[in-house]
């Protein structure tokens, strides 16, 4: 049940000119609540207005509201419970946390619920969407309203930008691929951080790379002097880094060594793969940074390349990232992309031109969501894992958290047994480190937070148990 009630006022706002479409009216009124329901600005569990206050401010028949409100019932958006009238729900609905497959409750990807607003920009694209009926379909640098809004949102944070500066892909991931393809060739090296994104490590050590590491640790960030002197002396073709906010540490990298950075990738010809397809997603930052690439003098902007995407702000399921790099590099991008990948779908890239305009208050639905999931993850550890520690993030989707021994793998394959699934430490390093961390995601709903706390609980106390030889002692669980 809930404590979520809409009134009439906030409801007849967010109809808006729903009488237009043609039809009967009960039917307009079904479908445009309906669609509200299904994109989440009328949040499930929402108590809507009595049938006859609705009436009244719509200035309708009460029976017309009537007739909407059975078809919502009947298709399954609302619920009715006595007392409380019509509660919505969604139809069906998957719970982000669930894996589809097993029904184990799933922590192994650091994702968010989609942002509202996706199905009614939808429905508004398809009018966009005839005129590209017309042409052929193929676009490999992405639809031109498209490069130019991810160019405006650049230039609005601080980084101008133009849209020939622009390449969208189909997801960071496909750009991340596409860049290693492009860059390197077999043998060289790959500055990477450890730990890292996996899927990152995979292309490049697919396109040949040989991978340098770098760690960036939690509550210090990454480590400064290595930094600097694996650049010098490895002279690494390319660097990958997430400088905002680092998966899955969470961490920031300050603007002095951002400049530095660049500065020494620079003059040893690396050219910097930035992914900051998080570095929006700031809780509680108090001086915002500005996209890395910012920090590049006149010279050496050819040495950052930018990958972004809407998975982290908007949905994953919409699949459009892009890369921001000199028109040359883009076109040579373009040109390459082919062999691997025809295009980003053009509905698809509708849908987000729509949406990027609203991206600050996207984001600020995600700051109170993150912060959410950040403060009560604290909580928890703070109360129920004494042994370990989950530093402070001023941002990002994930806490890397210290498990205070070297248990990550024990503990992952302990809680499939309690109905989790979450990937070990070592999964994000390479060969097999990092065994005293575990990344717990902080974008999932409350509910399913405390649920998947709960299994790791009952995992924890199940490892201390029966500790596998060599284990290092285990604090208590509470
Ligand atoms: C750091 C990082 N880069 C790239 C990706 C892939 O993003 P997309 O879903 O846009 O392909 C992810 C997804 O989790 C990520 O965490």
Do not use: C
Request: aromatic share 6%; proline share 7%; glycine share 10%.
């Amino acid at each position: 049940m809930t404590d979520a009630f809409l009134g009439t006022r906030a409801l007849r706002s967010l109809l808006g000119e729903w009488k237009d479409g043609g039809g009967p009216l009960y039917q307009a009124l079904y479908d445009r609540i309906r669609l509200l329901v299904l994109d989440g600005r009328i949040p499930a569990g929402t108590r809507l207005p009595a049938e006859r206050e609705l009436a009244q401010a719509l200035e309708v028949s009460r029976t017309l509201v009537t007739s909407a409100y059975r078809e919502l019932r009947e298709g399954g958006y609302t619920t009715s419970v006595r007392g409380s009238g019509s509660v919505t729900r969604v139809p069906g609905r998957a719970n982000l946390a669930v894996d589809a497959v097993g029904g184990y409750l799933d922590f192994t990807k650091a994702i968010m619920p989609a942002s509202p607003g996706i199905a009614l920009a939808t429905q508004q694209s398809m009018d966009d969407f005839g005129r590209y009926l017309q042409g052929p379909g193929y676009n490999f640098e992405g639809i031109p309203e498209l490069r130019e809004a991810v160019a405006t949102r650049y230039t609005v944070r601080g980084l101008p930008t133009t849209p020939d500066q622009i390449l969208v892909t189909t997801g960071a991931q496909s750009a991340i691929a596409l860049l290693s393809r492009v860059l390197l060739a077999r043998g060289d090296r790959a500055l990477v951080e450890l730990p890292s994104y996996p899927h990152a490590y995979e292309a490049l050590a697919q396109a040949g790379a040989r991978l340098v590491p770098v760690s960036v640790t939690p509550g210090e960030g990454w480590d400064e002097s290595a930094l600097e002197q694996l650049i010098r002396r490895t002279n690494p073709a390319v660097g990958y880094l997430m400088p905002d906010f680092h998966n899955p540490t969470g961490e920031s990298m300050p603007a002095g060594l951002r400049e530095q950075t660049i500065d020494q990738a620079t003059r040893a010809g690396t050219t910097l793969l930035v992914d900051e397809t998080s570095g929006e997603l700031d809780i509680d930052r108090v001086d915002s940074l500005l996209p890395f690439a910012s920090y590049a003098t006149p010279g050496d902007e050819r040495t950052v390349v930018t990958i972004g995407s809407v998975g982290k702000t908007i949905w994953d399921g919409l699949r459009v990232g892009w890369i921001r790099a000199e028109p040359g590099l883009i076109r040579t991008l373009a040109a390459a992309r082919p062999s691997s990948d025809l295009g980003t779908p053009v509905l698809e890239q509708l849908i987000v031109t729509r949406m990027l305009p609203d991206m600050p208050s996207i984001l600020d639905g995600r700051r109170e969501q993150l912060r959410e999931g950040r403060d009560r993850l604290e909580q928890i550890v703070d109360e129920r894992f004494p042994a370990w520690s989950a530093p402070r993030v001023a941002g990002g989707i994930a806490s890397w958290v210290g498990l205070g021994s070297a248990v990550s793998s024990q503990l992952a394959l302990a809680a499939r047994a309690e109905g989790l699934l979450i990937t070990a430490g070592p999964r994000f390093g390479l060969d097999g480190a990092l065994e005293r961390f575990l990344r717990i995601p902080l974008g999932y709903p409350t509910a399913q937070l405390e649920q998947g706390m709960d299994a790791l609980a009952r995992a924890w106390q199940a490892i201390m148990r029966n500790p596998m030889p060599g284990a290092q002692a285990f604090g208590d669980v509470a």
